[in-house]
């Protein structure tokens, strides 16, 4: 299995075959879930994996699996992929890369008429990206119990399109679940910039972060533009340095390990919006990440803190409502081994690292042993037509996921039973 002949450059073609299918101008991808396109792009992988001996299967959500016998039938697949999907200005390797490295993997099988133990199972996610259907990772979240299916299904785009009549339209809409799997693991861009800085070829991903998303309202009063400064109680002018403040609790949440916590402040409203008043309300969201919980609940405890400090000096409202939590997810001991091992055995350089960003195998890691390898991708750039990264990076890629995905088929079925993650309360 050792030299198994993958091909660097014929996983390079493909990613450049497919990138066609909603190929843009400008060199990007846009091939949003369940359009034409992505029916396109379905069908692509699966001629070109049937032809080597595999068979499709498809489950209610329209996630694919394409499935290649091992010699012991009683086992689960290892199984392995990402998503098709893509943004409306994405790249040509989100998601993209992680599946075609794992036909890469049947193809070299295929051609050496090698056998694993374990069967496989290459796996494309339905609306990994949650641009047209929201939230994202919603086929993997259905597959796993997480979402209902009628939440799914019933799902509407903004022409009002439903995600189960979108489905059913483009011919992907199928009946029975995936086969059970074993483990999963998924290689996938790092959509940051820390392997690039640091000159790895490889991330191997430990666990992913936690989360917890704040809604914050702050209440004042209208005044006239014009109206003298003193006595103003200006609810932008308050909400403005706790918006500040979601940045420093941030960086300020160091881990032992030194990784600081994430905070974002993505959505403002301002009321009443106008040019010449002072604005009486400001609503905003806040989004807060990090590996350790505790870290977590500090972060919560500061923006609090600032809330009130700030309440109080400008003589304002201010109410931090909690929105969303979704607790640590730590990948599969025994998977990131096999990971880490690969890496060594091939001289690639790699770092351990968590995941801040949300995939498909944070919820398959909730179900089903899992892990992920990242590569990186050129000034961290991604969800952007510009997304790049190197064949050098791809074959690193290839050449690990495959050595892990070999050596879990190859190794007797795990016998601790997956207790997996604890379930978040979900958007
Ligand atoms: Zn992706």
Request: aromatic content about 6%; glycine content about 12%.
């Given at each position: 299995?050792?030299?198994?002949p993958l091909?660097g450059?014929?996983l390079?073609?493909?990613?450049?075959?497919?990138?066609?299918?909603?190929?843009?101008p400008?060199?990007?991808?846009?091939r949003?879930?369940l359009t034409?396109?992505?029916?396109e792009a379905r069908?692509w992988?699966?001629?070109?994996a049937t032809?080597?001996g595999c068979?499709?299967h498809?489950?209610?959500?329209?996630?694919?699996?394409?499935?290649?016998?091992?010699?012991d039938?009683s086992?689960?697949?290892?199984?392995f992929?990402?998503?098709?999907?893509?943004?409306?200005?994405?790249?040509?390797?989100?998601?993209?890369?992680g599946?075609l490295?794992g036909?890469?993997?049947l193809?070299?099988?295929?051609?050496?008429g090698?056998?694993?133990?374990a069967?496989?199972?290459?796996?494309?996610?339905?609306?990994?990206e949650?641009?047209?259907?929201?939230?994202?990772?919603m086929?993997s979240?259905a597959?796993?119990?997480?979402?209902?299916?009628e939440?799914v299904?019933g799902?509407?785009?903004?022409?009002?399109?439903?995600?189960?009549?979108?489905?059913a339209?483009?011919?992907?809409?199928?009946e029975?679940?995936l086969?059970?799997?074993?483990?999963?693991l998924?290689?996938h861009?790092?959509?940051?910039?820390l392997?690039?800085?640091?000159?790895?070829s490889?991330?191997?991903?430990?666990h992913a972060?936690a989360q917890?998303?704040?809604?914050?309202?702050?209440e004042?009063?209208?005044?006239?533009?014009?109206?003298?400064?003193?006595?103003r109680?200006?609810?932008?002018?308050?909400?403005?340095?706790l918006?500040?403040?979601?940045?420093e609790?941030?960086?300020?949440?160091?881990a032992?390990d030194?990784?600081?916590g994430?905070?974002?402040?993505?959505?403002v409203?301002?009321?009443?919006?106008s040019?010449?008043?002072?604005p009486?309300?400001?609503?905003?969201?806040?989004?807060t990440r990090?590996?350790?919980?505790?870290m977590?609940?500090?972060?919560?405890?500061?923006?609090r803190?600032r809330a009130?400090e700030?309440?109080?000096?400008?003589?304002?409202a201010?109410?931090?409502?909690?929105?969303?939590?979704?607790?640590?997810?730590?990948?599969?001991a025994?998977l990131?081994?096999?990971?880490?091992?690969?890496?060594?055995?091939?001289?690639?350089p790699?770092?351990e690292?968590?995941?801040?960003?949300?995939?498909?195998?944070?919820y398959?890691a909730?179900?089903?042993?899992?892990?992920?390898?990242f590569?990186p991708?050129?000034?961290?750039?991604s969800?952007?037509?510009?997304?790049?990264?190197?064949p050098?990076?791809?074959e690193a890629g290839?050449?690990v996921?495959?050595?892990?995905?070999?050596a879990?088929?190859?190794?007797p079925?795990?016998p601790t039973?997956?207790t997996?993650?604890?379930?978040g309360?979900?958007?």
């Open positions: 299995m050792s030299n198994l091909s450059a014929r390079w073609a493909d990613l450049h075959e497919i990138a066609r299918i909603g190929g843009t400008k060199g990007g991808c846009n949003q879930a034409d396109l992505d029916a069908a992988l699966a001629a070109r032809a080597l068979t499709l498809v489950d209610p959500f329209g996630n694919m699996g394409l499935l290649r016998p091992g010699r039938a086992r689960k697949p290892i199984a992929g990402s998503h098709l999907d893509t943004q409306p200005t994405g790249g040509k390797f989100d998601g993209v890369l599946v490295a036909l890469e993997l193809r070299a099988l295929h051609e050496a090698a056998e694993t133990e069967p496989l199972l290459l796996v494309n996610w339905t609306n990994e949650g641009a047209r259907f929201s939230p994202p990772m086929g979240g597959a796993m119990g997480i979402f209902a299916p939440q299904l799902a509407t785009d903004a022409s009002g399109a439903r995600f189960g009549e979108e489905l339209r483009i011919g992907w809409r199928g029975a679940a086969p059970e799997m074993g483990a999963y998924e290689l861009i790092e959509q940051g910039a392997l690039e800085r640091a000159g790895k490889l991330g191997i991903v430990t972060l917890s998303w704040y809604e914050v309202v702050v004042g009063a209208e005044n006239h533009g014009g109206a003298p400064m003193a006595g109680r200006d609810a932008l002018m308050a909400a403005a340095p918006m500040a403040a979601v940045e609790i941030a960086l300020a949440a160091r032992p030194g990784e600081p994430r905070g974002t402040v993505g959505c409203s301002v009321h009443p919006g040019r010449n008043v002072a009486s309300r400001v609503w905003f969201s806040v989004d990090h590996g350790d919980p505790a977590l609940a500090w972060m919560g405890e500061q923006l803190a009130a700030i309440a109080e000096a400008r003589g304002v201010i109410t931090v409502t909690d929105f969303w939590h979704s607790p640590p997810t730590p990948f599969d025994r990131v081994g096999f990971l880490r091992e690969a890496a060594a055995r091939r001289g690639l790699a770092m690292m968590p995941t801040g960003i949300g995939h498909d195998a944070v398959v909730r179900r089903v042993p899992a892990a992920m390898l590569v991708c050129h000034g961290g750039l969800h952007n037509e510009a997304e790049s990264i190197t050098e990076w791809a290839l050449l996921l495959a050595d892990a995905v070999l879990a088929a190859s190794q079925a795990d039973p997956m997996g993650a604890p379930d309360a979900e958007v």
